[in-house]
C-alpha cells in the first residue's frame, strides 16, 4: 500500500496502476516501440499497451529472455500483438540496425517508449568508447529516436493520429554532476561519480524529449515529446544494494518490511509512462515533465534551453563521428 495516494488534477496518484489509467482506452492500429521490455516497467508497460490493442516491438538485449516475455503475455492475452527485436542501447551499432529493421519491416510507429536503462556501475566505457550510462541510457535513445523520427512522421500523416515520444528519466535528475552535463568529460573516469552519472543521463533524457518537443512544434509535426520519473521501484533497490557488498540481506529486509509502504511495485511503477502515452487527456501536451501520473517540475537545470540545444549539438556530433 502506497502512502501517499491522494488524486492529483489528472484523476489519478502515485498509487494508480498502468492498468487503471489506460481503463477503457482502446488503442488498436497503433503501434508502439517499447525498449527494455523484457523486464520491470518495461515488461509491465508492455503487457498493458498490448492489452489496450497497441501492437507491441519489444527492443531487447537478450532475445531468449524475450521471447519468453512474449509468449507470458500472449498466454494471458491471445489477442496481444507483439514482436521481439534485438537492441543494445549502449551499442550505436545496435541501434542502428534495430531502426533499420524496424524501418525496413513496414510498419508504422505511432508511440515510442524510451525505456531501458541501467543504475550506477563502476567507471565503464561502451563499445563506442563513452561511458555506459550516458551511452546506454541517453546516447543510444537520442539516436535511436532519431533514425525513426522520419517513420513516426510519416504514420502521424497518414493515419492523423498524434505520435508520441516518451523518455523515462527519474527524479536523479536533480542529482547530476555541478554543471548539468560534463561536455568536456563525458568520458573522464577521474571525478566520475556513479550516482552523479547517472542523474547526468536522466538530466539528459529530459533536456532531449524538450529540445525535440521544441523542434517538432517548429516543424509543425503532430508528435509530442515528453518525459517522467517512473517512481522508486522496489525491483530497482536490489541493483542499488548491489554495490553495498556483503550487506545486500540487509537490503532485502528493508523491502521486504518497508517496501510496500515507501516504494511502488511494477505495476504502479509503469503506470504514468503508460498515462503518458495512451491518455487522451495529453492529447497536444508536450515538452513536460511527469510523475505520479500527473504534471510535475523538473530541476531548473532541466528547464535550460540553452543547454538543452547546446546537449543537442553535442549529441548530434557525437553519433556523427562515430
Same mark, same amino acid.
Given at each position: 500500500?502506497?502512502?501517499?495516494? @491522494?488524486? @492529483?488534477?489528472?484523476?489519478?496518484?502515485?498509487?494508480?496502476?498502468?492498468?487503471?489509467?489506460?481503463?477503457?482506452?482502446?488503442?488498436?492500429?497503433?503501434?508502439?516501440?517499447?525498449?527494455?521490455?523484457?523486464?520491470?516497467?518495461? =515488461?509491465?508497460?508492455?503487457?498493458?499497451?498490448?492489452?489496450?490493442?497497441?501492437?507491441?516491438?519489444?527492443?531487447?538485449?537478450?532475445?531468449?529472455?524475450?521471447?519468453?516475455?512474449?509468449?507470458?503475455?500472449?498466454?494471458?492475452?491471445? !489477442?496481444?500483438?507483439?514482436?521481439?527485436?534485438?537492441? &543494445?542501447?549502449?551499442?550505436?551499432?545496435?541501434?542502428?540496425?534495430?531502426?533499420?529493421?524496424?524501418?525496413?519491416?513496414?510498419?508504422?510507429?505511432?508511440?515510442?517508449?524510451?525505456?531501458?536503462?541501467?543504475?550506477?556501475?563502476?567507471?565503464?566505457?561502451?563499445?563506442?568508447?563513452?561511458?555506459?550510462?550516458? !551511452?546506454?541510457?541517453?546516447?543510444?535513445?537520442?539516436?535511436?529516436?532519431?533514425? =525513426?523520427?522520419?517513420?513516426?512522421?510519416?504514420?502521424?500523416?497518414?493515419?492523423?493520429?498524434?505520435?508520441?515520444?516518451?523518455?523515462?528519466?527519474?527524479? !536523479?535528475?536533480?542529482?547530476?554532476?555541478?554543471?548539468?552535463?560534463?561536455? &568536456?568529460?563525458?568520458?573522464?573516469?577521474?571525478?566520475?561519480?556513479?550516482? =552523479?552519472?547517472?542523474?547526468?543521463?536522466?538530466?539528459?533524457?529530459?533536456?532531449?524529449?524538450?529540445?525535440?518537443?521544441?523542434?517538432?512544434?517548429?516543424?509543425?509535426?503532430?508528435?509530442?515529446?515528453?518525459?517522467?520519473?517512473?517512481?522508486?521501484?522496489?525491483?530497482?533497490?536490489?541493483?542499488?544494494?548491489?554495490?553495498?557488498?556483503?550487506?545486500?540481506?540487509?537490503?532485502?529486509?528493508?523491502?521486504?518490511?518497508?517496501?510496500?509502504?515507501?516504494?511502488?511495485?511494477?505495476?504502479?511503477? !509503469?503506470?504514468?509512462?503508460?498515462?503518458?502515452?495512451?491518455?487522451?487527456?495529453?492529447?497536444?501536451?508536450?515538452?513536460?515533465?511527469?510523475? &505520479?501520473?500527473?504534471?510535475?517540475?523538473?530541476?531548473?537545470?532541466?528547464?535550460?534551453?540553452?543547454?538543452?540545444?547546446?546537449?543537442?549539438?553535442?549529441?548530434?556530433?557525437?553519433?556523427?563521428?562515430?
Amino acid at each position: 500500500m502506497w502512502l501517499f495516494n @491522494g488524486n @492529483g488534477p489528472s484523476g489519478f496518484s502515485s498509487s494508480s496502476t498502468a492498468e487503471e489509467v489506460t481503463k477503457g482506452i482502446d488503442a488498436s492500429g497503433l503501434t508502439a516501440i517499447v525498449t527494455g521490455a523484457s523486464s520491470g516497467i518495461g =515488461l509491465e508497460t508492455t503487457r498493458v499497451l498490448a492489452k489496450r490493442g497497441v501492437h507491441v516491438v519489444m527492443g531487447i538485449r537478450n532475445m531468449t529472455a524475450g521471447k519468453e516475455v512474449r509468449e507470458e503475455i500472449i498466454k494471458e492475452n491471445p !489477442a496481444a500483438k507483439i514482436d521481439a527485436m534485438e537492441l &543494445d542501447l549502449s551499442s550505436l551499432q545496435s541501434v542502428t540496425n534495430f531502426a533499420s529493421h524496424f524501418t525496413s519491416s513496414g510498419l508504422p510507429l505511432n508511440i515510442l517508449i524510451n525505456n531501458a536503462g541501467i543504475m550506477i556501475p563502476p567507471f565503464t566505457l561502451s563499445a563506442d568508447k563513452i561511458e555506459l550510462q550516458f !551511452a546506454t541510457n541517453y546516447l543510444g535513445h537520442f539516436l535511436l529516436t532519431h533514425l =525513426l523520427l522520419e517513420t513516426m512522421k510519416k504514420t502521424a500523416r497518414h493515419t492523423k493520429r498524434e505520435g508520441r515520444i516518451v523518455n523515462v528519466s527519474s527524479t !536523479a535528475h536533480r542529482y547530476s554532476y555541478k554543471q548539468g552535463i560534463r561536455f &568536456d568529460k563525458i568520458n573522464d573516469q577521474q571525478g566520475y561519480s556513479r550516482f =552523479l552519472a547517472y542523474g547526468q543521463s536522466k538530466l539528459a533524457n529530459i533536456l532531449h524529449a524538450n529540445e525535440l518537443s521544441r523542434r517538432l512544434k517548429e516543424e509543425g509535426a503532430d508528435i509530442t515529446a515528453n518525459s517522467l520519473h517512473p517512481g522508486v521501484i522496489t525491483t530497482n533497490l536490489f541493483r542499488y544494494a548491489g554495490i553495498f557488498q556483503g550487506n545486500l540481506g540487509i537490503f532485502e529486509g528493508m523491502v521486504s518490511t518497508i517496501g510496500g509502504l515507501l516504494l511502488k511495485n511494477v505495476q504502479q511503477g !509503469a503506470s504514468t509512462t503508460c498515462y503518458v502515452a495512451l491518455h487522451p487527456q495529453l492529447k497536444g501536451i508536450s515538452g513536460q515533465y511527469f510523475s &505520479d501520473n500527473n504534471l510535475d517540475k523538473p530541476h531548473s537545470k532541466a528547464t535550460h534551453t540553452d543547454l538543452a540545444a547546446k546537449l543537442w549539438d553535442f549529441t548530434m556530433d557525437l553519433i556523427n563521428n562515430k
